[in-house]
């Protein structure tokens, strides 16, 4: 007879994504979602493709178990689509493109061709160091498909028991852009677009263009459009893009070099904007701001039209969206203001990182047709899907650095912080668990003031050392969003961009609307001046009480305090480092910037009262992990 009371044995998935850039893993639990984390955050490798060795070990210690205790192992995608696109794609083009083709081989006939074997033999290492029974069988091993990953990664942990999905970024096997249908536990497929016609491409070849580098500088052209008016959208339209109404696309390829070459574009494309690819680190042009603000407004465009025909053709109310081009916030909030959708939902973690989620959540509802439980806030936990560290921990690093701290209980931590925040001073925010996908969520933050008019040029020179024109966000509450934002919907991951209130907002005279460029940065526009971009925007982060108490204590405290109910977030790194996993990692970086104040969970740290330190790689070293 069959005990109902027997608690059922637990059903690990894996899933992996690895070997092009941004290595991760993600693991489930009877379809939950348990942890998940970018191999870059331990490697200190920034989009770190390497296999996810460190994140595999961490996601499974999380839970207490081995490999041998995981029952399905998901690969994101099916490399041997991808050996046939560049094989098809060589061979259009040949002889063009050979030096290239001949790198490309060399990879592939060395591992990526024999990924399935290359696998195992990673997961047997790792069998290997979790028990001493040799024996013990791999765990199944299947492989998803790059784009319906990215679809399971935007529909199963959505809010919406039924969704269209779309899907945008550079190229899976073939597909660049494609649509789906996400209902109870399946997707179905209903269209794609496949290479070399790629809206992710064409946004990146203007990220090269600019002097960005590809692939992680796309954020910084989004940025940067603000300052620029769209000058060249008709030169686009004219020559690079053909675009249908339904939002469809196709380019003219001979602009572009991504598909045969090393570069993203050819000297057709330099001679039809009149310029050569901008050299990193030369002097961003108004010229560069206006080509930023033209393919921004085309993408903006392609975007809401791809959303107009899905709901045209579907009569779906819900969208679901993911690949890198759904990180673009700004296209993201248009796509909301224009109200195509009763509700939109975007995976956090929408680049390739977060497809190894995706493909575990394949396993579990595809392959073995499980049912799904529909969260009505989403299934994501906050993203709070990586390694933690207890108070215990935390102390004993520090007194072996010989670091002074202080340690306060929650209530008297926080208002000292809120007095720390009004005085102007940077504080790195280091809480409960690291974040899983690009945006720090108030795990892993570097907080300020945004009333402060200095904050934005201090945090970005002297804290993150990047670009002046690099904008930040904020961190609001819940509640309080629609008290200082043009919008009425939560935005939890970071997502959505849209304008402030226009009480809030202080009118430019004539003559500061007509500076150019950076000559805008120094301008205050709001009253909230460090988190409000050039054109009134700002890229909102709204703070839950449930997701996230600690975080919204803070910034309650600082509200109770001043009034004001928003703070500065940005990443917890300095430019060219990934974000800060480890206590190790956070006291490196607090040591290495400007920043006045380090909170490690309930240590406060001051900068004032740390031992002087040179550094160098000595100094580096002697604080790195053990």
């Not at 509802?365 to 993203?383: A, C, F, W």
Request: overall charge positive.
């Amino acid at each position: 007879m069959k005990d109902s009371n027997r608690p059922l044995k637990s059903n690990y998935i894996l899933g992996i994504s690895c070997y092009y850039h941004d290595s991760a893993a993600a693991l489930i639990c009877n379809g939950e979602i348990a942890a998940a984390a970018q191999e870059e955050r331990f490697t200190r490798k920034k989009h770190d493709s390497s296999f996810p060795t460190n994140a595999i070990r961490y996601c499974l210690n999380s839970q207490s178990i081995t490999i041998s205790d995981v029952d399905s192992i998901v690969y994101y995608e099916k490399p041997l689509l991808t050996f046939e696109r560049l094989l098809e794609t060589y061979l259009a083009v040949a002889p063009r493109g050979l030096r290239s083709f001949v790198r490309a081989m060399q990879v592939w006939l060395k591992e990526k061709l024999f990924i399935k074997s290359e696998l195992k033999n990673q997961f047997r290492a790792l069998q290997k160091d979790f028990s001493s029974d040799k024996s013990s069988k791999l765990p199944e091993l299947l492989f998803s498909e790059h784009h319906l990953s990215h679809a399971a990664a935007a529909f199963y942990p959505s809010p919406f028991d039924k969704a269209v999905i779309l899907c945008m970024d550079g190229v899976g096997e073939w597909a660049t852009t494609s649509a789906w249908i996400g209902e109870g536990n399946r997707i179905t497929p209903l269209w794609d677009i496949s290479f070399p016609h790629s809206l992710g491409l064409l946004y990146s070849a203007f990220t090269y263009y600019c002097g960005f580098k590809v692939n992680s500088g796309e954020y910084k052209l989004m940025g940067l459009a603000p300052y620029g008016k769209p000058k060249y959208v008709s030169k686009i339209k004219d020559n690079l893009i053909d675009i249908k109404e339904d939002g469809t696309f196709r380019l003219d390829i001979s602009y572009f070099k991504y598909h045969r070459g090393f570069r993203m574009t050819t000297r057709k494309f330099h001679k039809l904007f009149g310029s050569p690819p901008r050299s990193s680190e030369t002097t961003l042009t108004q010229f560069h701001m206006d080509i930023a603000a033209s393919i921004q407004v085309i993408t903006e465009e392609i975007v809401s039209k791809l959303a107009r025909s899905l709901y045209k053709e579907t009569g779906i109310t819900k969208l679901c969206l993911a690949g890198g081009v759904a990180l673009n916030c700004v296209a993201n909030g248009k796509l909301w203001q224009e109200k195509i959708f009763d509700d939109l939902w975007i995976q956090p973690a929408s680049g390739d990182a977060g497809s190894a989620l995706g493909a575990a959540l394949l396993g579990w509802h595809y392959h073995l047709e499980q049912s799904r439980i529909v969260n009505p806030n989403d299934s994501m936990k906050g993203t709070y899907l990586g390694p933690e560290f207890s108070n215990d921990e935390i102390i004993n690093y520090l007194k072996k650095v010989n670091a002074p701290f202080q340690t306060l209980e929650d209530e008297y931590l926080f208002e000292k912080l809120a007095e720390i925040l009004d005085q102007g001073k940077v504080v790195g925010w280091f809480n409960g668990a690291m974040e899983f996908g690009p945006r720090a969520l108030g795990g892993r933050s570097i907080i300020g003031d945004p009333r402060n008019q200095q904050m934005q040029s201090l945090m970005n020179l002297k804290i993150k050392y990047r670009e002046s024109f690099r904008p930040f966000a904020p961190s609001v509450l819940e509640d309080d969003v629609s008290k200082q934002f043009e919008i009425n919907k939560k935005s939890p991951y970071m997502l959505l961009v849209a304008p402030l209130k226009k009480e809030l907002c202080k009118e430019m005279t004539k003559e500061q609307q007509d500076l150019f460029g950076i000559e805008k940065l120094n301008i205050p526009r709001s009253s909230l001046p460090a988190i409000t971009h050039v054109d009134y925007s700002a890229r909102i982060q709204t703070v839950c009480k449930t997701t996230n108490p600690r975080y919204y204590s803070l910034i309650s405290a600082f509200k109770k305090r001043t009034g004001c109910p928003t703070i500065v977030n940005t990443s917890f790194n300095v430019r060219g480092e990934p974000i800060v996993c480890t206590p190790q990692d956070a006291y490196r970086c607090f040591m290495r910037t400007e920043m006045e104040v380090l909170v490690l969970q309930n240590q406060i740290l001051f900068k004032e009262q740390q031992p002087k330190i040179e550094k160098d790689e000595t100094w580096m070293q002697e604080f790195a992990l053990d």
